[in-house]
């Protein structure tokens, strides 16, 4: 990459997360270009507009949109905001977009993504995951309202950095973008215990979300529910221990704790079941669910939810 100047990043998947990022890096003065699809007109003609409980009031006008990565300039780091369920339909936009050695950050949910989008993309670019810790969502066509947090943690997946130094030395790199947009970013050694970590939150809070139809502050307010995602939480704790993955209680309980002091949310996957869009089970459920069993480990609650939320997302009302 060139020494001078800044990166230049482009953000594959608009939506609440690419926005939020791509509008905090353009405002640090970094060359941000933005794929689109069904919003790229609405973002032409007026804008991203993002709505900050913590940033303020921001609006990136005009910006750098594209219908098509064809279009795109070379991209020295593409940040993948959009779901798991369209990971390898992604593939070639990723490719097309790329720069020679890019780094392509995957800022999803679940587990095994990395995986699942490894092989269709060559071996010559980098691939890293990256957990949001962030309380976010779309509110309208080019219009992102953020509630609380918005760290980003990283690590390496793969790529052509044989070498753990260069590896770190990329994360780094990558934590360093958003640290200098004014977001909390740190390099992770461990990228699949950092995803099971997420799965401690994302199992309960956002499965319950849809099948309860409950936000947030609901489910901590009802006794019964609480003691349902303590034990989910739990079982998540089961299924990392079997796959090598040890993730103290404590964590449990300070996220459980740190979810009563945050603002009344819903989380993204209830968002996805309102806008009848496929919910991400495959990488919040059924990759972690096969994973611990294959290492000997059933966890029946959630595989109860996600037998659930299965028959939701199939039969949409």
Not at 49 to 59: F, I, Q, Y
Not at 135 to 157: D, F, K, M
Not at 193 to 198: C, D, E, F, L
Request: charged share 15%; proline share 6%; with cysteine.
């Amino acid at each position: 990459m060139d020494a001078v100047r800044k990166p230049r990043v482009g953000i594959i998947g608009t939506g609440a997360i690419g926005g939020f990022y791509g509008v905090l890096l353009a405002r640090a003065g970094f060359d941000v270009h933005f794929l689109l699809r069904s919003e790229f007109s609405a973002v032409v003609e007026q804008g991203l507009r993002l709505t900050s409980a913590v940033h303020g009031t921001l609006t990136l006008d005009p910006v750098q949109a594209y219908a098509s990565a064809e279009q795109m300039p070379p991209c020295d780091w593409l940040l993948v905001g959009a779901k798991t369920t369209s990971n390898l339909q992604l593939a070639p936009a990723i490719i097309q977009a790329a720069a020679p050695g890019a780094r392509v950050l995957l800022l999803q949910n679940g587990l095994g993504v990395e995986d699942q989008l490894r092989g269709a993309l060559p071996d010559s670019l980098h691939l890293l995951g990256g957990l949001c810790f962030i309380c976010v969502h779309r509110a309208g066509p080019g219009q992102i309202e953020h509630q609380a947090l918005g760290a980003v943690n990283l690590g390496y997946h793969s790529g052509p950095a044989g070498d753990p130094a260069l590896r770190q030395a990329i994360v780094e790199e990558g934590a360093g973008l958003f640290r200098e947009a004014g977001i909390d970013s740190q390099a992770m050694g461990n990228l699949q215990q950092a995803r099971w970590q997420k799965l401690v939150w994302n199992v309960p809070y956002n499965g319950l979300s849809v099948l309860l139809r409950a936000s947030t502050t609901p489910l901590m307010a009802d006794p019964d529910c609480r003691q349902l995602i303590q034990d989910l939480m739990r079982e998540v704790l089961q299924g990392a221990a079997a796959c090598g993955y040890a993730i103290p209680e404590a964590y449990a309980q300070q996220l459980f704790k740190s979810t009563e002091l945050m603002p009344d949310y819903w989380p993204s996957m209830y968002h996805d079941f309102l806008q009848r869009r496929p919910l991400e089970l495959g990488a919040i459920y059924a990759a972690p669910l096969a994973a611990a069993q294959a290492a000997g480990c059933e966890l029946p609650k959630i595989r109860a939810l996600y037998q659930a939320l299965g028959f939701i997302d199939r039969h949409p009302a």
